[in-house]
């Protein structure tokens, strides 16, 4: 059965900064298509059909990608001999079949079976590639093991509850969780009861939860967030402003730093098999398990918080009825920061995967139309907590929670799966 779990843009471009909204749609890859590794190649062409075509919102890419680079790690893997635990299966290879036609046919296969709507334009993409390699036993080889591990892939994914109705709670009491203006959306509350990849439950992961109304922690968060993270905030820096944006570009940023590291650190087909495998079913399941976290504690946001305050019972807070924040805020709870638990999740990763921190990388922002460059993944992880703070759209207990959940799946799954036999 096929389907296509696409979410309306204009959802989307209510999540996104009002500086964000004329170039998000923009969909052009920063990278050329031109590589010899077909993986990183393939990614790219899944980029073009989840994003740039697609436009599916956070919860989905994460699946969508994960089925994706799944499906080409196990095709990989079986043909250099099944040196790595598989994901989902391990055809019988003998080596000598083609790589590049086994990548093809597994990333094709599953982007097919999400997005039928692209049919004509994956084919006619898949017969491209698929003719640069010569005709010939390795080529069928390739193109029979790429098709059982996509086969695998599809149908390990059917019904995973990535599709759903579920609906945020809605709260009228002081820190309760409501929508937020300017569009007062709500989406996404489903994910949380979704299928993960690999970890068995996703609430296992839990976090300790926001600071109570009245306490100091919460007036410290609450008085941080409204001074610097203020749409005309005074004491915001130029720097912290295109950081908040930048942050918060949904475009191709976290991506384009995939293959960046995949590039510079010179990695083999396997590895990056590997490597984008690893970091993509972390990324899917440490959605699951943020959502499930978010929909546990229905915190309201700092924009409610800020307008609310003389309700929530605490005397170092100040209400400011017209407060807005540099970024439009997603219309989903605070508690924890979706964006934390997927940047933590994707850096203890990548430390992980290279077993160093201080491995340098950039990635150039359409949205705020800069590059912002990284001399390690802490310090990449150590910004993004304070950028959603910057951009007025989470408390810093909801990035710095956030962070931990997305450390725990990562580390979780590293220590399991994905490790030589």
């Not at 900064?17 to 590794?37: D, G, H, Y």
């Not at 004491?235 to 991506?255: F, G, K, P, S």
């Not at 990548?350 to 590059?371: C, L, P």
Request: charged share 20%.
């Amino acid at each position: 059965m096929k389907r296509q779990t696409t979410v309306s843009i204009a959802v989307l471009l209510a999540a996104l900064s009002p500086m964000a909204m004329a170039s998000a749609v923009r969909a052009a890859p920063t990278e050329p298509a031109a590589t010899t590794n077909a993986v990183i190649r393939w990614d790219l062409n899944t980029q073009t059909a989840v994003w740039d075509i697609g436009q599916q919102l956070p919860w989905f890419q994460g699946r969508s990608f994960a089925m994706v680079s799944g499906a080409v790690y196990d095709a990989v893997n079986a043909i250099a001999g099944t040196p790595y635990k598989p994901l989902l299966v391990a055809p019988r290879a003998t080596g000598r079949e083609s790589t590049d036609a086994a990548v093809a046919t597994a990333a094709y296969r599953v982007l097919d079976d999400i997005f039928p709507a692209q049919a004509e334009r994956l084919r006619a993409q898949y017969d491209q590639d698929l003719a640069a390699v010569p005709d010939g036993p390795a080529k069928r080889g390739g193109v029979e093991i790429g098709s059982r591990t996509a086969d695998a892939m599809i149908a390990a994914r059917r019904d995973d509850g990535f599709e759903g109705n579920e609906q945020w709670r809605l709260g009228t009491e002081p820190g309760q969780w409501r929508p937020t203006p300017p569009t007062f959306a709500s989406t996404g509350a489903w994910i949380g009861s979704a299928r993960p990849f690999l970890v068995p439950n996703a609430a296992m992961f839990r976090t300790d939860g926001p600071p109570a109304l009245t306490s100091r922690a919460y007036a410290r968060d609450f008085n941080e967030v409204k001074q610097v993270g203020s749409a005309n905030s005074t004491v915001r820096t130029q720097d912290q402003t295109e950081a908040a944006i930048w942050w918060h570009d949904r475009n191709v940023t976290l991506w384009e730093i995939k293959r960046q590291l995949a590039e510079t650190q010179r990695l083999d087909v396997l590895q990056t098999a590997r490597l984008f495998a690893l970091t993509d079913t972390v990324t899917a399941d440490q959605s699951i398990a943020c959502y499930d976290d978010k929909r546990r504690w229905g915190f309201w946001r700092p924009v409610t918080a800020v307008r609310e305050a003389g309700t929530d019972g605490n005397p170092r807070t100040e209400a400011d009825p017209e407060w807005t924040p540099l970024l439009v805020t997603p219309p989903f709870p605070d508690h924890p920061s979706g964006h934390a638990c997927a940047t933590a999740a994707q850096m203890t990763t990548y430390r992980f995967f290279f077993g160093r921190d201080r491995v340098a990388f950039h990635a150039y922002s359409i949205a705020s139309g800069t590059t912002r460059h990284f001399g390690s993944f802490s310090q990449a992880l150590d910004e993004l907590v304070s950028a959603r703070v910057w951009g007025g759209i989470h408390f810093r207990s909801a990035d710095v929670q956030g962070a931990k959940l997305g450390t725990a799946v990562s580390k979780h799954i590293t220590a399991r799966y994905f490790t030589k036999r």
